[in-house]
């Protein structure tokens, strides 16, 4: 289980370390909420949503991963 727990971990890294650009839609909304609060207040935002993402990219990654060795594991490969 360590060497599975070993491998997801450097391939989430792997993925983790592709910069894929926020979408247009995020870029704007950003722009007017950081035009409405504090620099401070802004920052704690951004850091939440940052957050959410990231979570659930590493969540989405956890169940393709885990999906792919089922398979597999199953014999459908």
């Given at each position: 289980?360590?060497?599975?727990?070993?491998?997801?971990?450097?391939?989430?890294?792997?993925?983790?370390a592709?910069?894929?650009?926020?979408?247009?839609t995020?870029?704007?909304?950003?722009?007017?909420?950081?035009?409405?609060?504090?620099?401070?207040?802004?920052?704690?935002?951004?850091?939440a949503?940052?957050?959410?993402?990231?979570?659930?990219e590493?969540k989405?990654?956890?169940?393709?991963?885990?999906?792919?060795?089922?398979?597999?594991?199953?014999?459908?490969?």
């Amino acid at each position: 289980m360590s060497k599975l727990n070993d491998l997801m971990q450097s391939e989430y890294e792997a993925m983790a370390a592709m910069e894929i650009p926020m979408p247009d839609t995020f870029e704007r909304a950003m722009a007017l909420i950081r035009t409405k609060v504090t620099k401070k207040e802004f920052m704690v935002i951004e850091s939440a949503i940052y957050s959410g993402c990231i979570d659930s990219e590493h969540k989405a990654f956890e169940q393709g991963f885990m999906r792919g060795i089922a398979v597999v594991k199953g014999g459908a490969v």
